[in-house]
């Protein structure tokens, strides 16, 4: 049976996430007369945030690196956006996909992200550094691209 339930959003639920750095936190994106990401803490059943992303949530996704989140995007920008969690502030926003971005996976590493659109197209962005000893020494170089498709 179901424990809780909750009706927010005003589109179709498209995707959802937990998060690995805080117990509790879960992401959950809108269609496209929704277009936003709530963050809900599922220990106290309430909603803690909530931004307005301009287009239909496709996927989400959080960093095991760092504490950001990646969204997709279709109608209408058909985008990638990095945000910061909890500030919610954009980091990049990617762009290149000419229709939906349907399909998003994170490499093993956790540094890299391949998006799947209905463009036909396959595009791998590395986004998500790694922290060495807990100084802010990133190495932005993906292990699965060439350095010039990084992005920071």
């Known amino acids: 049976s179901t424990q809780s339930t909750w009706g ?7 995707a959802i996430a937990w998060s690995p750095h805080q117990h509790g936190l879960l992401a959950s994106g809108g269609g496209t007369a929704d277009r936003t990401i709530r963050f809900w803490n599922t220990l106290l059943n309430q909603q803690v945030d909530c931004i307005d992303t301009g287009s239909q949530v496709c996927n989400l996704m959080f960093s095991r690196n760092v504490n950001e989140l990646v969204s997709t995007h279709g109608y209408s920008l058909n ?7 909890p500030s919610l502030e954009r980091i990049v926003n990617l762009t290149g996909h000419t229709y939906r971005v349907l399909y998003l996976a994170m490499s093993p590493d956790g540094q890299t992200i391949v998006t799947g659109a209905g463009d036909e197209t396959l595009r791998f962005w590395n986004v998500f550094p790694v922290q060495r000893n807990g100084v802010d020494d990133i190495d932005y ?3 699965l691209i060439p350095s010039r498709m990084d992005i920071r």
């Open 79 to 85: 985008q990638i956006i990095v945000w910061k969690y």
């Open 141 to 143: 170089e993906s292990k």
């Open 8 to 14: 927010n959003h005003t589109a179709a639920v498209k």
